[in-house]
């Protein structure tokens, strides 16, 4: 018998409980031993020695202490996810902008993409520190500082990290109204 489905082991209840000063049968003793042999063999082992047989659903709780994904066919933590997929910052300031993600960031990463709305027009050259981690500039074709008006209030900006600052990709930025249009173009 084993499990019964819902995943609560059963004992095999025939000849139990055993007595005492009873003789127990070899039949009831060996339907036992298969039960708990069945239950052992059908458990999942911490050393990896088994593996799943069908999906396991998670009941709405979450895998943790989840290692990095090394291969095409690990699975991926958030953190991997953030640093290497865009994601949508909240960004406040001019020239100096802060930003948060959710989850919190816990690094800049080389290749980390990101998009936001630019709160206000900027005056001059930007910095942008996410999640409290560091300013660091937002520069445009590789090297060259943002010029005055070059982000514009209500408008949609991707940057990309390259191990030192961000680079804003594309020119000018794309409204609020237009979000749509802009992710179904760019793939994002």
């Known amino acids: ?7 609560t082991f ?18 009831a003793f060996n339907a036992l031993t298969a039960d708990l042999a069945t239950g052992l063999t059908t458990a999942l082992t911490k050393d990896g020695q088994t593996t799943p047989t069908a999906n396991i659903p998670m009941g709405t709780f979450k895998l943790t202490g989840l290692g990095v994904g090394s291969a095409a066919t690990d699975s991926a933590n958030i953190s991997q996810v953030q ?5 949508f910052l909240t960004a406040a300031g001019t020239d100096t902008i802060t930003a948060s993600v959710s989850p919190s960031l816990t690094a800049y990463a080389v ?24 300013a660091k500039s937002i520069l445009k074709n590789g090297s060259t500082p943002l010029s005055a008006g070059e982000l514009v209030s209500g408008s949609m900006y991707q940057i990309v990290y390259d191990g030192t600052n961000f680079q804003l990709i594309g020119a ?3 409204t609020a109204g237009k979000a749509i249009a802009f992710s179904i173009i760019f793939g994002l």
């Open 172 to 174: 000018g930025g794309v």
């Open 83 to 87: 640093s290497s997929f865009g994601s």
């Open 111 to 134: 290749g980390q993409t990101f998009k936001f709305i630019a709160a206000a027009t900027n005056t001059g050259a930007v910095t942008i520190n996410i999640s409290s981690l560091g």
């Open 10 to 27: 059963v004992i095999n209840s025939t000849g139990q409980p055993v007595v005492t000063n009873t003789v127990i049968s070899s039949t």
């Open 1 to 7: 018998m084993s499990y019964n489905g819902s995943g």
